[in-house]
């Protein structure tokens, strides 16, 4: 069994509700009281802090079929079991965290995770020198962004990564979704499918919002900051600043990432020095949701063994003493 605190996280202008999930066994004798902890972060669209989609928040966006368990929420629980906490909230305009979705900058959420990384590093049962980050999708390149300027991150885990521009992958996932059909029943994503070419015009051209119609009725409008950002921010040129332990974990049916993306990033991190683990989950989607427990539990081994101690800058070095 594990133990869950409930947090309120001050990010920026915005409160964020999410969930701290402790293991229920002392840590081992050379944490010096401390647990190894993993930051989460979602993917793409309006997710809860599980990683599944919100279709409480946003229920005329999504289809109301039957909902299966998140994939950060089952990663947290296998990692809970093997002594390590971990941390994940309700990114902006989600779940019962404030803002708007549809108005969060890429940067914004970049920053939205450095703050949740202080929190972890306020809680005096976390080991500040073994902190690690799960990104899933879009939440791998915020995960890069992160852990390049923080010296303390020691491990990443990143989960249907794209490689390159938001231009080029959101081109080939609308392709592909309209040859397989995968999560068109979902109003917003069959819009964006329908409208992908729109958005990145009107991105590109630096217009601020984009109404786009709902399949079934409605609209939704959306700020094309975002969009702009994240086209050019692709995350094959962060990795090339990255010096880090990398896991590329891929479905090899994702529909929103394509896995040759990750090889991209596998091969730029190797020729950089690194040793990245890469790894395609055969008939996997986006959301690992056909991985197995037993699939699940080999990917938070992985990334246990590699949550090794760093050395802390002074000031996280102050941060710890004083814990």
């Given at each position: 069994?594990?133990?869950?605190?409930?947090?309120?996280?001050?990010?920026?202008?915005?409160?964020?509700?999410?969930?701290?999930?402790?293991?229920?066994?002392?840590?081992?004798?050379?944490?010096?009281?401390?647990?190894?902890?993993?930051?989460?972060?979602?993917?793409?669209?309006?997710?809860?802090?599980?990683?599944?989609?919100?279709?409480?928040?946003?229920?005329?966006?999504?289809?109301?079929?039957?909902?299966?368990?998140?994939?950060?929420?089952?990663?947290?629980?296998?990692?809970?079991?093997?002594?390590?906490?971990?941390?994940?909230?309700?990114?902006?305009?989600?779940?019962?965290?404030?803002?708007?979705?549809?108005?969060?900058?890429?940067?914004?959420?970049?920053d939205d995770a450095r703050d949740m990384l202080a929190v972890m590093r306020g809680h005096r049962e976390l080991d500040l020198r073994r902190?690690?980050?799960?990104?899933?999708?879009?939440?791998?390149?915020?995960?890069?962004?992160?852990?390049?300027?923080?010296?303390?991150?020691?491990?990443?885990?990143?989960?249907?990564?794209?490689?390159?521009?938001?231009?080029?992958?959101?081109?080939?996932?609308?392709?592909?979704?309209?040859?397989?059909?995968?999560?068109?029943?979902?109003?917003?994503?069959?819009?964006?499918?329908?409208?992908?070419?729109?958005?990145?015009?009107?991105?590109?051209?630096?217009?601020?919002?984009?109404?786009?119609?709902?399949?079934?009725?409605?609209?939704?409008?959306?700020?094309?900051?975002?969009?702009?950002?994240?086209?050019?921010?692709?995350?094959?040129?962060?990795?090339?600043?990255?010096?880090?332990?990398?896991?590329?974990?891929?479905?090899?049916?994702?529909?929103?990432?394509?896995?040759?993306?990750?090889?991209?990033?596998?091969?730029?991190?190797?020729?950089?020095?690194?040793?990245?683990?890469?790894?395609?989950?055969?008939?996997?989607?986006?959301?690992?949701?056909?991985?197995?427990?037993?699939?699940?539990?080999?990917?938070?081994?992985?990334?246990?063994?590699?949550?090794?101690?760093?050395?802390?800058?002074?000031?996280?070095?102050?941060?710890?003493?004083?814990?």
């Open positions: 069994m594990s133990r869950s605190e409930e947090l309120s996280i001050r990010a920026g202008d915005a409160t964020l509700a999410g969930t701290l999930l402790l293991p229920d066994v002392p840590p081992l004798d050379d944490r010096r009281g401390r647990y190894p902890s993993v930051l989460m972060i979602p993917s793409w669209l309006p997710r809860d802090r599980d990683g599944a989609y919100d279709r409480i928040g946003h229920p005329d966006w999504f289809d109301p079929g039957p909902m299966q368990p998140g994939l950060l929420a089952r990663l947290a629980d296998v990692l809970a079991a093997r002594g390590v906490a971990s941390l994940r909230a309700d990114p902006r305009g989600c779940g019962r965290s404030e803002g708007a979705w549809e108005e969060v900058t890429l940067f914004a959420k970049i902190t690690g980050i799960v990104g899933h999708g879009e939440g791998a390149g915020i995960g890069l962004a992160v852990a390049i300027g923080d010296p303390a991150v020691s491990a990443l885990t990143l989960i249907g990564a794209s490689a390159r521009s938001w231009r080029t992958t959101l081109r080939h996932a609308a392709s592909t979704r309209g040859r397989d059909g995968t999560d068109r029943q979902h109003p917003i994503a069959a819009a964006i499918d329908r409208w992908s070419e729109d958005l990145l015009e009107r991105a590109e051209r630096r217009e601020p919002f984009m109404t786009m119609p709902l399949y079934g009725g409605g609209s939704v409008t959306l700020a094309l900051g975002p969009f702009e950002q994240a086209i050019h921010t692709p995350p094959l040129a962060l990795v090339t600043m990255l010096h880090r332990s990398v896991s590329l974990i891929h479905g090899g049916d994702d529909a929103w990432s394509d896995p040759g993306e990750s090889t991209l990033l596998a091969a730029s991190l190797a020729e950089g020095g690194e040793a990245p683990l890469s790894r395609v989950l055969p008939g996997a989607g986006h959301d690992l949701s056909e991985a197995t427990d037993d699939l699940i539990g080999e990917l938070a081994d992985e990334l246990a063994q590699r949550l090794l101690p760093r050395d802390l800058p002074p000031v996280l070095v102050a941060i710890e003493e004083m814990g």
